[in-house]
Each structure stands twice: as structure tokens, then as C-alpha cells.
């Protein structure tokens, strides 16, 4: 897999407002070092995204940046310097979320430690949509329930769902890189987490599910939903995040066509997550 980049000089950037200017764009991660008499930012994208790199190189120019230029990286673990940047952050009242698990702080009272390296898989826990899930997976244990994580990425949320209680916990994804991140994550928990993973579609799974959590764009997600409710035990219950306002008709629509009830709806920033039940 290879990575293209886009570099620009600004006088001056934070991570939050370059997080927030990218936000609606495929960016993989991004990178603030100093240069002198200004900063140097790096966006990171994945090969695939590369018709993207223009609609990076507009923002950023329309933010103030100079001397915008694309390139591209050889394959090699080009989020070091990334990841060294990182620091520890909490998510809601629970989370506590730890990117150097060889070399964690020490967790604040009360919350639970999710060890997550930022690798090249989605979800260090940084992005709203993930987060949002986060927020209602910390609202109660989920002992012995069984959770499904559709497009597990990182692992992060098969994992939260583990850290409450869930048993057993199976996650998958159709991007294979994204298991062997997943099964290194698994692997850095304080607990002994344990997560069932596989790479491939969810027409391998012949099994039912209390709570099947789903963090896609609408677009990957929507072909999925039949398929997720299927997979839905009587009673059970389904969390979507990924969606986008505009999306809610559609997904509400589709999640009622698959026999399921809306019964819910969080937001942050722009993103929304439905929670629908079955039975
Ligand atoms: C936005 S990421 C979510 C990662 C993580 N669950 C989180 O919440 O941070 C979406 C993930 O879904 C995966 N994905 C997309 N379409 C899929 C499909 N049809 N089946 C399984 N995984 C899929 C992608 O490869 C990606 O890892």
C-alpha cells in the first residue's frame, strides 16, 4: 500500500483547526513540525484517495498555507513521526485513550485505559464518528452480551465493547492491513482482551448478535443493512455512526425497510449515529 502526501507552510497552526479543516476529506493523518519561521504540515492519504489531493491542496491554500506540494511516500510505517506527536486524551466520562501503550501515562481515576497505536487502520479514537460510539458504549456494562463490530479497523470499539463486559466479541473488515492492526491492538490491552477477528464481509457470519455496532460512510454502509439487521438477535439492538445529517432519512428508511425501530440519536460535531432495535 502506498501513501501520497501534501505539504504546506503556514506561519502558523494548530492541530485543531488543521483537524477541523480536513475533516470532511479522506485524510489518513497529518503532521505539525517546525520550520523555522513558520510550520511545516504533512497530510498523510492513502494511494487509493489520490484524485483528493487537490481538494487538500485547496483547503489548505484557502487557509493561509504556501508552497503547496503533492508527493508521495514508499511503503514503510510512515506514521512514526506521527504517532511520537501523540498524546494520551479522554473520551467522554470513561475512556482513556493511550497511543503509546509500551510507554502509557497513568490513567485518571475512574476511567478505563484503551491502549490504541495510531496505525495505518482507522480509529485511534481521534474521530468523532468513533467517538460518538464510545460515548454510548460507556452509558452501562454489557456483560455477556455478544457484540459484533462491523469494520473494526483498529480494533477500538470491539474492544471498548470488551472492556464493559462483552463476550464474545467478533470484529471484521474487508481491508486486511486493518486485521493485522486490529489483532497488534488487541493485544496492548491492560485486560486480557479477547476479540474474535477476521477479514472479509459479513456474509461469512452465520450468528446472532445483542449489539452490532457500525462506523462507515452511509455509502458502505448502506448496502450492509439488511445484512446487519439479519444478524441482529430478537431483542438486539444496532448503533450506526458515520452518517452525516443528511443522511438520517435514508439510514432511518433502511433500518425500518430491515424490520428494525429507530429508537435513538446522538450527535458531535457533524456526525450522527441511530440506534435502531429489533423486537
Ligand atoms: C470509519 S472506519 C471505522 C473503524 C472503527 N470501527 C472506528 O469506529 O473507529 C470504517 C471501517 O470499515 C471498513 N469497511 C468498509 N466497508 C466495509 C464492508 N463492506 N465490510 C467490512 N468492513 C468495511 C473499512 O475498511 C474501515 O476500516
Not at 30 to 51: F, K, N, P, S, W
Not at 253 to 274: D, P, S
Amino acid at each position: 500500500m502506498g501513501y501520497v502526501t501534501v505539504t504546506a507552510v503556514f506561519q502558523q497552526l494548530d492541530d485543531e483547526t488543521l483537524a477541523g479543516l480536513l475533516d470532511p476529506l479522506p485524510v489518513l493523518g497529518c503532521q505539525i513540525e517546525d520550520a523555522g519561521t513558520g510550520v511545516l504540515v504533512t497530510v498523510y492519504l492513502d494511494e487509493r484517495h489520490r484524485a483528493s489531493l487537490d481538494a487538500v491542496g485547496d483547503v489548505l491554500a484557502a487557509a493561509g498555507g504556501e508552497g503547496i506540494e503533492a508527493g508521495s511516500l514508499e511503503d514503510r510505517d510512515w506514521l512514526a513521526g506521527y504517532r511520537a506527536g501523540t498524546r494520551p486524551f479522554p473520551v467522554g466520562r470513561l475512556w482513556w485513550l493511550e497511543p503509546h501503550p509500551d510507554t502509557p501515562a497513568p490513567v485518571p481515576p475512574g476511567r478505563i485505559r484503551l491502549a490504541i497505536e495510531p496505525r495505518s487502520a482507522f480509529g485511534s479514537g481521534s474521530h468523532e464518528s468513533t467517538q460518538v460510539l464510545l460515548l454510548a458504549l460507556e452509558e452501562g456494562r454489557l456483560d455477556d452480551l455478544c457484540v459484533l463490530d462491523a469494520g473494526t479497523g483498529s480494533g477500538i470499539l470491539a474492544l471498548a465493547a470488551n472492556a464493559q463486559g462483552a463476550k464474545p466479541v467478533v470484529g471484521f473488515d474487508i481491508d486486511p492491513d486493518a486485521l493485522f492492526v486490529a489483532a497488534h491492538t488487541v493485544k496492548a490491552q491492560d485486560w486480557q482482551a479477547r476479540i474474535l477477528l477476521f477479514a472479509g464481509t459479513l456474509d461469512a457470519l452465520d450468528a446472532h448478535f445483542d449489539l452490532i455496532l457500525c462506523n462507515m460512510l452511509w455509502s458502505q454502509m448502506e448496502p450492509l443493512i439488511q445484512g446487519l439487521a439479519e444478524h441482529l438477535s430478537a431483542p438486539g439492538t444496532l448503533l450506526l455512526s458515520g452518517l452525516l445529517e443528511a443522511d438520517d432519512v435514508a439510514a432511518t428508511h433502511a433500518c425500518e425497510g430491515a424490520g428494525l425501530t429507530v429508537t435513538g440519536r446522538r450527535r458531535l460535531g457533524e456526525w450522527l449515529a441511530l440506534e435502531a432495535q429489533r423486537g
